[in-house]
């Protein structure tokens, strides 16, 4: 059983319509929406169903260290992906830092700049550097070419991120980490369930990282797990998310606390019963957005359709012939209570600690700067529908006309 009922469905009903450009609070209008519509709002399955689970944690008396709610849900989103092994943690970071110091990675790593903090925080965090090279300004994952650039004798690995539910460039980035002896895995935080070249995700590089975190596509409350092939890997990375126990007293390899809870778990379990749910609005939205925006002078990411996505992103681009800035609309649909972000601006290299440390990084990132000068994400999820989203669109459409 799922729970269907859209949380913001009233909305609906406390529009603000917007007929002119003077209906705009810039111009002195009232919001559009008296209620903030954010870009994520938890998607959350039957909470009858969740509360069954919680009956059974208190019947088992078992809260965490890896308890049988949490090896159903590892099983299951192995088995959802495909792939051997799924190391269920606490979080997404913490899944991150362990498959880094599990594959023994030292020295410099490559990744995009254009990525979410933790990824390169994941390295800084082990004293690895983080070594920004460029990504492909159509694609928004990592330039082939510019990964080869900035390989070094002290390059020891390449993270490679599925950004907006798209595929880095997996087959090229895996060449290119054969030919110089690299490891290389995948940050998948915005990649659950989606494919490349009709594999699943979870299925490349030594191992990829997804997230589960409260406002993601597929959500613990918290939480993260690392999907890896590799047996020895996998039993590496379960050893070190339990403080290097063996048994009882037996500690056999350094280790951490990144254990995921059975309260998590539980809402995983509820949470995958509701995806085909999620997945529908989400492509609704996506479809109507294409829709309601196509004659103007932006662009929607272009999803691939022959592959498995999300949709968990709505990712617009303005285009250099807008009459209005991309920081300009982001002011006044803030204002009219859309509170589109302007993702991943402005770049990790422009963030601390790697502004400091890396000064002109921005030289040789160009395609970075481009592209999240240019990006705005706007709402969706079980909270939004075509109708929501056609206001939205309206208030884009008064801007840049």
């Known amino acids: 059983m799922t729970n269907t009922k859209l949380p913001c469905s009233d909305l609906v009903d406390k529009i603000q319509l917007k007929k002119s450009q003077s209906d705009l609070v810039i111009n002195g209008g ?38 049988p709610l949490v090896q159903e849900l590892e099983q299951r989103i192995a088995n959802y992906h495909q792939v051997k092994h799924c190391v269920a943690m606490c979080n997404g970071t913490i899944a991150l830092e362990i498959a880094i110091r599990a594959l023994e990675l030292t020295g410099e790593v490559i990744l995009p700049s254009y990525t979410f903090i933790a990824t390169a925080h994941a390295l800084h965090w082990q004293e690895i550097t983080p070594v920004f090279a460029d990504i492909d300004p159509v694609t928004h994952c990592l330039d082939t070419e510019a990964v080869r650039k900035m390989i070094t004798p002290k390059t020891t690995g390449i993270i490679g991120v599925h950004l907006w539910g798209h595929a880095a460039p997996v087959n090229d980035l895996q060449a290119v980490a054969d030919e110089y002896g690299l490891q290389l895995l995948f940050d998948a935080a915005h990649a659950f369930g989606c494919s490349y070249q009709g594999q699943m995700i979870g299925n490349f590089g030594h191992c990829e990282v997804l997230s589960f975190h409260a406002t993601k596509f597929f959500n613990t409350f918290e939480g993260g797990a690392v999907l890896t092939n590799d047996d020895e890997l996998a039993e590496k990375m379960r050893l070190m998310r339990n403080f290097g126990f063996a048994g009882m007293d037996n500690v056999i390899h350094p280790g951490t606390n990144g254990k995921m809870t059975e309260i998590c778990a539980a809402m995983g379990l509820v949470n995958l019963d509701n995806l085909g749910i999620v997945l529908e609005a989400n492509r609704r939205n996506y479809l ?40 300009e609309i982001v002011k006044a649909l803030h204002v009219e209570n859309v509170l589109a972000r302007r993702y991943f601006w402005p770049g990790c290299h422009n963030m601390k600690p790697f502004k400091e440390l890396f000064p002109h990084a921005g030289l040789l990132l160009q395609n970075t700067q481009l592209v999240a000068d240019r990006v705005i994400v706007l709402p969706t999820g079980i909270d939004i529908n075509c109708q929501l989203v056609a206001t939205i669109s309206n208030i884009v459409r008064m801007l840049c006309n």
């Open 30 to 67: 009232t919001p559009a929406f008296q209620q903030p519509l954010h870009v994520g709002c938890p998607n959350m399955g039957d909470k009858a169903a969740f509360m069954r689970y919680v009956d059974q944690i208190f019947e088992n008396r078992w809260l965490s260290n890896n308890g």
């Open 288 to 327: 109507a957005y294409q829709q309601e925006l196509a004659d103007l002078p932006v662009r929607l990411f272009a999803f691939d359709e022959r592959e498995r996505k999300n949709y968990q992103y709505v990712v617009m681009e303005v285009g250099e012939e807008c009459p209005v800035s991309r920081d």
